[in-house]
């Protein structure tokens, strides 16, 4: 039932960039993407609606595939604060909502 | 405002004893949800509402009762805790607008039963 997410964990450098995929077998309204720091609540970056949307916030962007049920998170130029594990959830009908098991963050200087 | 609050922060239980985890929110969010996370596996879905009065099971609700008596509060029990259940427990809470309905979590009860 959970999306899955890819890949599990990446290391960066400062300054460089990385995608976070997002994928899932039944149909969607909606994904969110979510960050979360170690030992503290998960923080909403960006909600994509059906219909191929992108988003952008900063350097974080996202798409979304209704098509192909799919979502990626887009990170350029990565700085030390986006280290942190990344969450989708998507949003099916009746109001269910389920996360991914999370992507894991880690850039150094 | 003060968000999405959880109490307790910490509990720790013996196998059988129960407890309630109390989730209050002041943003007059009409949906409010719990989840347990444990390493590898994210966040998943136990119970839900949709508005005053109403719940409805999620991904994992076994073991686990809620009840929505007032908009602002949802409450999660547990009758009979089992050491399956340590986990950290989050609520959180959003609107219901597809398009604005992002989810604001509280700060996490993180329950260990022995």
Known sequence: QQPVQSPQAVILREGEDAVINCSSSKALYSVHWYRQKHGEAPVFLMILLKGGEQKGHDKISASFNEKKQQSSLYLTASQLSYSGTYFCGTERPGNQFYFGTGTSLTVIP | ?114
């Open chain 2, 1 to 114: 405002n003060a968000g999405v609050t959880q109490t307790p922060k910490f509990r720790v239980l013996k196998t059988g004893q129960s407890m309630t985890l109390l989730c209050a929110q002041d943003m007059n969010h009409e949906y409010m949800y719990w989840y347990r996370q444990d390493p590898g596996m994210g966040l998943r879905l136990i119970h839900y509402s949709v508005g005053e009065g109403t719940t409805a099971k999620g991904e994992v609700p076994d073991g686990y009762n809620v009840s929505r008596l007032k908009k602002q509060n949802f409450l999660l029990g547990l009758e009979s805790a089992a050491p399956s259940q340590t986990s950290v427990y989050f609520c959180a809470s959003s609107g219901t607008s597809r398009n604005n309905n992002e989810q604001f979590f509280g700060p996490g009860t993180r329950l260990t039963v022995l």
